[in-house]
């Protein structure tokens, strides 16, 4: 048996890190509500009872999961293929500036579903544009793609800020908003539909965008792992020069992964401006677009752990509000501290526990190979008493078995008796007498000459 303890698994990398990074996070927080004197545990019960508790908790949860999974899938494009996208910010920004023009030049004459498909193309061609010029400026020009991403995010918000002060905002409003969108223009409430079915449940901004955030994670999965684009993406993002002398050209990939990126950020303003707002509106983005770099480090990066982790952070939002309520003492500015910390051990702290974590696992199968090698196959107990008769069973039966015959001995003709060496010495001196002293010995034979050499050519050869 191989005593060399098995490398830690997939699953536990996926899931197991997580959550002992998220266990970290609590201990530490729990530490700062310790510290002024109230309950760590019954702040996390207020937490949790504000998240889940009931149908209103958990709309907003849902809701607040929605943007993290967009702008999470964002990163998590990026991240494989090389790239760092961190102006999720400012493409939600413009995704949600194209959805709102939209809105505002065809609500009136679009009904519901031609208008919303057309703010969901919107939407991701607004955001995917964005994304293009730090793409573009990455691989044709060098840039790094983090500081113009940064650049692009302080100018889309800039952007807004003109276009709503000067262009959209209602004439004598003082109000920097755009007017109102028609019904046909809003995205439907979930509430709304269930309360169609006859299921009641409370007034929450969780709209059917939440749907289309988890079809965006299958396809996303469906594109990484099961598609040509996402194998040569990925490639890519791993070992460029090798991708490069495959045929892959790393430029292509890096706009390519940059647009996709961009395009699923802008959904997050489709799910602000059409799904709850239904005007255009400042800060509508409020920092959702940071956030998903956490939830798709915490996510490792694949859909099915982004959804996860998004689900997480949402419940972080809005079990922070019910217990900013519940406990006074614990302000908003704590509640922010103890998601910065989730995010801290979450994305820049990801990796610091793994040591531990994989010296634990090797401990654990260290002694389990330990075991398995001392266990002895015991004997039944049932099986025991009858034990002795089957023994004396076996032994008569191979005590009236007839023996075998034994081989007959085979006849052997005995070797002559070699002669003594004193006979041997007398012969040698007697044929030496016979032949005198001045005896010369017998000539040798003569020797037989040898004719011409035979030539091996043919006849006619030179």
């Known amino acids: 048996m191989n005593a060399t303890p098995a490398p830690m698994p997939r699953w536990l990398e996926i899931f197991g890190l997580p959550l002992v990074n998220l266990l970290m996070a609590m201990i530490v927080s729990g530490l700062i509500v310790l510290a002024i004197g109230e309950n760590p545990f019954a702040a996390i019960g207020a937490m949790a009872a504000g998240a889940f508790g009931d149908l209103y908790g958990i709309g907003y949860t849902l809701y607040y999961a929605t943007n993290f999974i967009f702008t999470g899938l964002a990163v998590a494009i990026a991240f494989h293929a090389g790239l760092f996208n961190i102006g999720g910010e400012g493409q939600a920004y413009i995704g949600g500036l194209g959805a709102g023009l939209m809105a505002l030049l065809f609500d009136h004459s679009l009904t519901m579903w031609p208008m919303l498909a057309l703010g969901l193309v919107a939407s991701a061609v607004f955001g995917a544009a964005w994304a293009f010029v730090p793409a573009y400026l990455q691989a044709k020009r060098g840039s ?27 004439p004598g409003s003082m109000e920097v908003v755009s ?19 006859g299921i009641e449940m409370p007034q929450t901004p969780l709209n059917l965008a939440f749907l289309w955030a988890l079809i965006c994670c299958g396809l996303v999965w469906v594109y990484l792992w099961r598609s040509r684009g996402g194998y040569e993406l990925r490639t890519a993002g791993l070992a460029p020069k090798a991708a490069q002398y495959a045929g892959i ?15 699923l950020a802008g959904f997050l303003g489709f799910n602000e401006i059409m799904g709850n707002h239904r005007q255009i509106v400042l800060d509508f983005v409020a920092g959702a677009g940071f956030t998903g ?3 798709a480090l915490m996510g490792r990066n694949h859909p099915f752990g982004i959804i996860l982790a998004s689900v997480l952070f949402g419940a972080l939002f809005q079990g922070g509000s019910e217990v900013a309520f519940e406990i006074p003492t614990i302000t908003r500015d704590m509640i922010v501290v103890m998601q910065g910390l989730v995010i801290l051990f979450s994305g820049a702290l ?25 266990v002895v196959a015991p004997v039944s107990p049932a099986a025991a008493p009858d034990a002795p008769v089957a023994l004396a069973e076996e032994t008569a039966t191979l005590a009236a078995t007839p023996a075998a015959p034994e081989p007959e001995a085979l006849e052997t003709t005995p070797m002559p008796k070699p002669a003594p060496v004193e006979e041997v010495l007398e012969v040698v001196e007697a044929e030496i007498v016979t032949m005198g002293p001045g005896a010369e010995p017998p000539p040798a034979a003569p020797r037989r000459k040898r004719g011409p050499k035979k030539s091996k050519r043919k006849p006619g050869e030179v």
Do not use: C
């Open 144 to 170: 790094h793609i983090v500081i113009t991403t940064i650049m692009f995010n302080f100018l889309a918000a800039a952007l807004m800020v003109y276009l709503l002060v000067n262009v959209f905002r209602v």
């Open 179 to 197: 007017r109102d969108f028609e019904a046909s223009a809003g995205v439907p409430y979930v509430h709304a539909l269930l309360t169609a079915i």
């Open 249 to 263: 050209s790393p430029n292509r990939v890096t706009i390519e992964a940059m647009l996709i990126s961009g395009a």
């Open 293 to 295: 770099i956490a939830v």
């Open 350 to 374: 990801a990796y610091v526990n793994r040591p531990l974590l994989e010296k634990l696992w090797k401990l654990y199968q260290a002694r389990k190979n330990a075991k398995a090698a001392a």
